[in-house]
């Protein structure tokens, strides 16, 4: 479990190959890992390793990725 970032994908999207694939590919951190048979799952040990640079909200259609703090400031 992380304590930092928490990501959220929304479950219409997770079983999208193209989507899928485009997400491992452009998070730098692994954070993403796709299977055809089990479609998009975040890789929770690799959570906190994230770096917000939201390449990964940006190649999602809107508020399919959420990028969740579990910090303050």
Do not use: T
Not at 38 to 66: H, I
């Amino acid at each position: 479990m992380s304590m930092f970032i928490r990501l959220e994908v929304a479950p219409e999207i997770r079983s999208q190959a193209d989507l899928g694939r485009k997400l491992v590919e452009v998070c730098p951190v692994d954070i993403f890992a796709f299977n055809p048979e089990q479609g998009l799952r975040v890789v929770e040990e690799n959570e906190d390793e994230c770096v917000l640079c939201n390449l990964c909200v940006e190649a999602a259609p809107p508020g399919a990725v959420r990028v969740v703090k579990l910090y303050e400031g």
